[in-house]
């Protein structure tokens, strides 16, 4: 008897295991998503640029590249407020900036896929591509940057063509050789330009939901 128990809850698992597969093989996915996202600072030379966290919005789309494995392609967009602070030995060159920014992510990366049931299968990858800080102020440049992106999250099968996405990420924006972006208001006026220093990098993340439709 209790083999053959065992041998119905193996059948049964598998079944579940395969009936799981089959539904991700050979589709593509859009995934519309909210979030929150972490805006991050960066301590310069000269000061340290904070931005506020807030609101952001992103758009997923990807291709089932093998058997539980994607790619995939991603946009996000923050609307936040951003904030310059010269550090004491700087208040006579440049002052307090405040200003609204648009942080942009554009990424191409891969993630796993585990189905857990025939509902849920979690997921987790990383991405890379470019990061762009839109400053809405005429006088500053945009900045572009190297981005890097590690992602989890899980997908609940809501049909075989509708469901839920819900993920969390950590967002880098990269830069080399110790160069950064600072943005202030001297005595001559706004500003922008390149710093030599030490900094590290803004570490950003966010977490995000949306409904996910597979073709």
């Not at 609940?156 to 993920?167: F, P, V, Y």
Request: hydrophobic share 40%; charged share 15%; no cysteine.
């Amino acid at each position: 008897m209790k083999r053959i128990t065992l041998f119905l809850l193996v059948g049964l698992l598998s079944f579940s295991f395969n009936n799981a597969q089959a539904q991700t093989e050979n589709k593509i996915e859009l995934a519309p998503v909210v979030g929150y996202q972490f805006g991050g600072k960066v301590k310069y030379y000269e000061g340290e640029f904070r931005m506020d966290n807030a609101m952001n919005y992103g758009v997923y789309l990807n291709v089932l590249a093998s058997q539980n494995h994607r790619v995939e392609l991603s946009y996000s967009l923050m609307k936040t407020e951003a904030h310059f602070r010269p550090y004491g030995s700087y208040l006579g060159d440049y002052r307090n900036w405040d200003g609204d920014v648009n942080i942009h992510y554009v990424l191409i990366g891969s993630h796993s896929e585990m189905p857990v049931s025939e509902k849920l299968t979690l997921f987790g990858g990383i991405s890379l591509g470019a990061t762009i800080l839109g400053v809405q102020d005429a006088s500053v440049s945009d900045v572009w940057r190297f981005g890097l992106g590690v992602s989890g999250g899980l997908k609940i099968a809501l049909s075989d063509r509708i469901g839920i996405r819900m993920q969390g990420r950590l967002l880098m924006p990269m830069y080399f050789a110790g160069v950064g972006f600072y943005a202030g208001v001297g005595t001559g006026g706004a500003s922008s330009g390149l710093s030599m220093n030490a900094g590290v990098v803004a570490f950003q993340g966010d977490f995000q939901g949306g409904l996910y439709f597979g073709f």
